[in-house]
């Protein structure tokens, strides 16, 4: 069975969509299979990677059509994605969509999940099927409370926050977070990213950010014995 692992904070714009997209990078350079899908309503991944016009997303499957192997794009990252669209979710999908991970039609080791940043069906859904929740938290209030909300609605599960060094406000972490080895430091290049396909670590592997995702794939899959 795949590990499934959901980026999560309720605050919008904490990083999730980056380190969903950088997280499966690092993970393939470590050798896994990975799939990476987006449940965010935004679908700003989707749109980043250029995959904004694909006949069949997400939502056909989440309202039951069978999925074959061609649905599948493997994206020039090596990694598998699958589009989305902005259609909101029905509670109801909830169900389907922990059958659809068990019949993927490949075996993968890692399934990441792009999260919403509202407290929608989609979020919970992502949240209910995950083996681990990964929360990135920056020193903030914004970021400290969207975290606690996911802590909230998921009290039950495995949850490690990440250090992400932006919009500092108050200068201390959450210190009643378990965090996984890797603080994110703030980056030129996650905006530079955007205007391409390509994830942070793919568009400088030498940089400061590139290693520190790596050193976060790395804890991650710690985590989960995949490593
Ligand atoms: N490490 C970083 N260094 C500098 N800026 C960053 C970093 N991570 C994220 N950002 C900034 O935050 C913005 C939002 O990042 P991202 O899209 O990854 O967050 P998100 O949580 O997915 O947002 P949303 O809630 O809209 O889905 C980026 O466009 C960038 O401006
Ligand atoms: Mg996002």
Known sequence: MSKIVAIANVAGGTGKTTTAHALAVACVEYGKKVLLLDLAVSTSLTFQLGLENERTTLTDFLQGAPINESQIRTVAERFDFIPSNSRISSAHEINIFSKFLEILPKEYDLVLLDTPSTIDPRLVMALDVSDLILIPVSPNLHSIRGANQVRKIAPDKSIFGFKVEMRSDANTWDDSMEYLDALIPESELVDSALTDTSSVITL????????????????????????
């Not at 400088?204 to 490593?227: D, F, G, M, T, V």
């Open 204 to 227: 400088n592997n030498q940089s400061e950010i590139a290693s520190a995702y790596r050193e976060l794939a790395y804890s991650l899959l710690e985590k989960l014995e995949l490593i």
